[in-house]
DNA sequence: TTGTATCCCATAAAAACCCATGCTATCCCC
DNA sequence: GGGGATAGCATGGGTTTTTATGGGATACAA
């Protein structure tokens, strides 16, 4: 699960370090040593977002998860091909180096408005890489737009468990 | 699985290089260091698409989920033999060359209107090979649609794991 | 011959790989 | 609990490999 923020450094190579948190939800291991996902890729998949200037990105799993909901879809639905173009066609394939840096295409750094500082911001199942300055004005609305949405939150599903701590 | 898209030169002799990542996808080999498919094809399979002036492809696994498909289609449903005539007729199989290069066929590029660029466009199973200018146009609209219709985008709660990662 | 298809080689640019260095958090031992 | 050792992380920079592409040589067929 991808959780927390963090801002990091792209540089001259059009390299940057992905949070260290992050590559462990990608690159999680079965027993068996070899990768869980069936292909082996190790990386991460990004692409620009088609609801604003930064991109979103995931694992090769969420990849997957979105390709099962629009192989549910007719074939020729206007909305999935739009979908498959903006999403598949669009996204690039990053793995990473040794490091654990992936190196990200210019066109999706410009498309980011990314120089010099990005940042990383986990959502769950997918996360997002803004440019610092652009995410910075969203953050403050979010708080504030989450408190007054906040009888929303309700969460559902999960019997009482045996004792210790519920809650958020 | 397809991703990215990217525009490579069809050359004087009608050669084209495909994408290194689309390469990796159907030249994948199994643990046994034999080609994933049974009979060793190493290339693409590539026919006239049905709906447009470009052409569509995949590795020899998606030929035969067509197959799969069209097999629990009735033998005689004009349909199913309309898409036999369409697909499996049409499509020729594009080895790879020792630069993981293939040679188009003269018929196939004139149908999709190639000369000089062509751009290959990953959407997960399969890919679509496309002249750059014909596809500009749609690539734009497809992310105003994609946006339109983002909230059909909606990946299902999985299910409560056992307890490692689940779903946000 | 004249195309056509295959194979081989050369090359520039880009991507991947390798190594080194601060810095921080953690661990462990006394 | 102090303090040094250790390991992991983010980052910089050089070097090697891959990729895409052009072109020559060879074999075969029309």
New interface residues.
Partial sequence: ?FLSRSTNTLDAKGRISVPADFRS?VS?KSQSGVPADA?GFDGI?VW?S??GPYLEGGG?AL?????A???NMDP?D??R?????????????LSFDANGRVSLPKELAEYAQLNGQVTFIG???RFEIWSPKNYEALAVNAREMARENRHRLRLV??PNPPSQGGGL
């Fill in positions: 699960m939800v999680a292909d998949i620009p088609f609801d090769i990849l997957r998860d979105y390709q909901l629009l192989e020729y206007d909305a091909i739009a979908f498959e173009r903006a999403i598949f066609a669009e996204s690039r394939r959502l769950g199942r599903g999960r």
